[in-house]
């Protein structure tokens, strides 16, 4: 067994909507199916005792190795924790060879399982050794490093209960909500209109200090110190006992608490100074410590923290209680956990000398043995929630001290004896204002109820009802994809939408191009999602990328499809027939928002047919309103569009809005049928999206078909008398629409210039000449600059045989590259005659045009 290919399918794609990993995986026949290989299911099992039921796809077909290995993939993962479900196995159409896919929470250990589990496979089939237990552990420490921590990941899974998207921008905690000019961020609990100021304050402790105590707030007395000297001066201005911190500390690191001799303090201080050079000296409040965390203008969680302590039997030592107790399932070693793990280093060893103790002590039944005197969970503290319990006086004083530095989520450390009164009765005192406060101990605390604080600030980050979604319209098919998402894209500027556009072109915003080449797959449309500056987003989505990686957005506004045709890349990754097609086009119905629309071509069965894979409407549109599909959607008063006389009609119930083809410059006053459908599909997907009638009709009126707002799409020019058009298409089903558009301009002689795409099928190759040959005089074949895999002159070799048949073209010729073909169809033309080329570099083709005619001019 090998795989030959993995891909990661990073959005919904062909299997589901889930992320999730693909491998080409080539059984050789030896060991292709699970029956041929006695004793392997029992030793797979043996090996992996966990693993599911191996299954094929279908009662006919035997399960094969391929099938061990999805089942041994997914199986890890869920054995390691992982929140994964699904997985499938589809044979191809080469024999042995097996598409393996299998859901991911985690990119990372997702290919990682496949390493393992062909490893697992192996091992089960030569009789061989695997370590399960090292495999596990070795996907749970990958998943813990790279997977969200509990406050990045309660934010997040937040956002996704209300419907808003994410995108991880690091591999840290940095995360985007929302897309375009609707996206807000996020760093770990810090959000992005957290000012660097305000960070820079709570860093500064003493500073903080002096501006809560500026604005009424109780604090500690103390100051900052230089040296062990000035540090026991400062404890002896202050009064004993003291706390000594470093200036700029988090998460507890370097803090000693209840100092009361000189030696304690001059180890603190050497304790401080690891961390910082600046160390802060405060006298030390006695009571419970509390971390109460702000989020905006609320107070929305409160727990009482304990130091790391256990608890004497007088059986076991405090090393062998220590053991115990980090035996807890919830304790980690970082902060993926709900809790850390104790540590047994210098510090607990001098607390527990301080105590009269050490690691070996067996403490007496019921004695509680403190490791640590602050109670920080990123130190093996435990937390207890209180929020129920806050004064409404204290709730106000920590929200005014978070206000105080200019922190939009703030955990503010309070010592006192109870939250149930206020802290000035109590002598108590706010002795910390932290940034980007851990989420943990308020969403899994150690004893008490858990606090949906990820809710809290996505509320403040989002207003009721909004998720932070702009306008996003796929659109896919076989021919007119580009001129439809341009047209499209012009209406929604027209609207007064900033709108960013991907095509084969490339990366627009604006109007103005950021990207060059093919950028109609997923990339280019995550880039255009992260662009702050856009408001409406229209994307080609072309085959390629919906197979590399699936979709770029988990659903979008509108989804349209144009058509299907047989000649799109058939025989190319395993799609080999217009059904094959049609399930992987249809990805973008599938993925239509609950209150979207997909927008369908009803003359093609097989587009119209996706009808019932959409979670949201439909419109429908087709030239002939009388189609059975069209009658029937029009009867039940949904949308529909169509053409009357010379008119694009949009039909709803009993309303109708009339669009006349002789103000719609792309069209030709209606002469060019193909550009009437996409004009159609544009409308019914702008009407998707909810723009204005009128702002419709206005954006019709103003797209031009010129080679610089729609180039290779039908651009027209004229030269000494001749009409020239220039065109991208590239397949049979683009020819014959060609072909039906240019039979109705006038053209005494009419001749086309053609090349052919390598990674077509001959066929489709063969059959592009076939239709030309029918309506052409003169045929110029050039070949391609680059021929995608095929020998030199085997394409236009095809190209001749399509024209062998041919009923009206009367001479042929071939010519050696692209400009070299056009200039030789320029030189022939006369006065009334009519060339069409189909040109392969857009660009570079069409500026080679533009210059021979402004050279003849």
């Known amino acids: 067994m090998e795989v030959s290919r993995i891909r990661t399918l990073r959005g919904p794609n062909l299997w589901s909507r889930h992320t999730a990993i693909e491998a080409t995986v080539n059984c050789a026949p030896a060991e292709r199916l699970i029956d041929d290989l006695p004793g392997f299911d029992e030793r797979l099992r043996t090996l992996f005792p966990q693993i599911g039921l191996i299954r094929s796809t279908t009662y006919e077909e035997k399960p094969s190795m391929a099938h061990a290995l999805e089942c ?29 896919v299998v859901e991911y929470s985690e990119e990372e250990v997702g290919r ?3 390493e393992l589990a062909e490893g697992l496979c192996a091992a089960a089939a030569s009789g061989g050794d ?53 996206q807000r961020r996020i760093q770990a609990a810090e959000i992005d209109t957290t000012s660097a100021i305000a960070e820079s304050i709570a860093q500064d402790k003493d500073l903080t200090k002096k501006l809560l105590e500026a604005a009424g707030s109780p604090v500690p007395k103390g100051r900052p110190a230089v040296g062990v000297e000035d540090a026991w001066a400062a ?108 540590r047994f280093d210098d510090i607990a060893l001098a607390r527990l000398a301080e105590q009269g103790m050490n690691a070996d002590t067996v403490p007496p039944k019921g004695k509680r043995v403190v490791l640590r005197n602050n109670a920080n969970l990123s130190t093996g503290g435990t937390a207890t929630d209180v929020t129920d319990d806050v004064h409404p006086d204290l709730a106000a004083r920590v929200v005014a001290a978070a206000q105080m530095v200019g922190l939009d989520i703030c955990g503010v450390d309070v010592v006192c004896e109870s939250v149930l009164r206020p802290l000035e009765e109590q002598a108590g005192g706010i002795v910390e204002v932290n940034a980007a406060p851990g989420l943990r101990m308020h969403l899994a605390p150690s004893f008490g109820k858990g606090r949906n604080v990820g809710e809290a600030v996505i509320s403040t980050m989002f207003a009721p009802g909004d998720d932070a979604r702009i306008p996003v ?22 609207a007064g939408l900033r709108t960013g556009m991907t095509n084969t072109d490339g990366v627009y915003v604006q109007g103005k191009q950021i990207d060059n080449g093919d950028c109609s797959g997923p990339r280019s449309a995550r880039s255009v999602l992260l662009h702050p500056d856009v408001d409406a987003a229209v994307f080609e989505t072309a085959r390629g990328g919906l197979l590399r990686e699936g979709l770029a957005f988990d659903r979008c506004k509108v989804a349209v499809v144009t058509n299907i045709g047989k000649g799109d890349h058939l025989g190319l990754n395993y799609i080999t027939t217009v059904e094959d097609l049609a399930v992987l086009k249809r990805v973008i119905v599938q993925n239509v928002a609950d209150n979207g629309y997909a927008v369908l071509n009803a003359a093609d069965p097989v ?75 544009s409308v019914a997907a702008a009407w998707g999206v909810g723009l204005d009638w009128d702002v419709i009709r206005a954006g019709l009126a103003t797209f031009m078909n010129d080679s610089d707002n729609a180039p290779g799409r039908f651009n027209v020019f004229k030269y000494h008398g001749a009409t ?54 003169n045929v110029i074949l050039y070949q391609d600059a680059c021929q995608r895999g095929r020998a030199d002159g085997e394409v236009i070799a095809l190209l001749r045989e399509g024209l062998g048949g041919a009923k009206r073209t009367r001479s042929i010729e071939e010519i050696h590259g692209e400009f070299i073909a056009i200039d030789r169809a320029l030189g022939l033309l006369q006065d009334g005659d009519l060339c069409l080329i189909l040109i392969d570099q857009v660009e570079e083709a069409l500026a080679h045009i533009a210059r021979r005619i402004a050279e003849s001019a």
């Open 72 to 100: 041994a993939a997914l199986g890890l993962q869920a054995q390691a924790g992982c929140p994964v479900t699904f997985s499938r196995t589809t044979a191809t159409t080469e024999a042995g060879v097996y598409l393996v």
């Open 112 to 114: 990682l399982s496949f």
């Open 130 to 182: 695997f370590d399960l237990d090292a495999a596990l552990a070795k996907l749970r420490e990958l998943d813990e490093d790279v997977r969200l921590g509990p406050s990045t990941g309660s934010i997040v899974h937040a956002a996704v209960v209300r419907g808003v998207p994410f995108r991880r921008l690091t591999s840290g905690s940095l995360v985007q909500f929302g897309w375009g000019s609707k």
């Open 235 to 342: 404890a002896c201005e202050v009064g004993l006992p003291v706390v000594v911190k470093p200036q700029d500390g988090n998460q507890g690191k370097g803090v000693t608490v209840n100092i009361s001799t000189r030696e304690q303090l001059e180890q603190a201080y050497r304790t401080a100074s690891e961390f910082s050079e600046e160390v802060i000296v405060e006298r030390y409040l006695p009571g419970n410590d509390f971390r109460m965390l702000v989020v905006g203008d609320k107070l929305v969680a409160a727990a009482r923290r304990e130091p790391p302590l256990v608890i004497g039997d007088g059986v076991h030592s405090v090393r062998q209680l220590v053991d115990e107790v980090n035996r807890d399932p919830r304790r980690g070693t970082g902060h993926a956990t709900s809790l850390t793990k104790i």
């Open 473 to 494: 319209v796929a659109v896919t098919g076989t021919n007119g994809k580009t001129t439809t998402v341009r047209l499209i894209a012009h209406l929604l500027m027209k």
């Open 607 to 681: 587009v119209a047919g996706m009808a019932a894979n959409c979670p949201g409407s439909v419109i429908f549109f087709a030239a002939d309103r009388n189609h059975p599909v069209m009658a029937t959607h029009r009867a039940q008063g949904k949308r529909v569009v169509y053409v009357d006389n010379d008119a694009v009609v949009a039909s709803e119930g009993k309303k109708t809005w009339r669009i006349s083809l002789a103000g719609v410059p792309i069209t030709h006053d209606g002469m060019i049928s193909f550009q009437v459908e996409n004009v159609m599909a």
């Open 724 to 777: 020239i058009i220039a065109d991208y298409g590239h397949n049979p089903d683009a020819m014959q629409a060609l072909v039906k558009a240019v039979d109705a301009m006038p053209g005494k002689q009419r001749s086309v210039v053609i090349s052919g795409a390598g990674d077509r099928r001959d066929e489709d190759i063969r059959q592009q000449t076939e239709i030309l040959g029918a309506a052409f005089d």
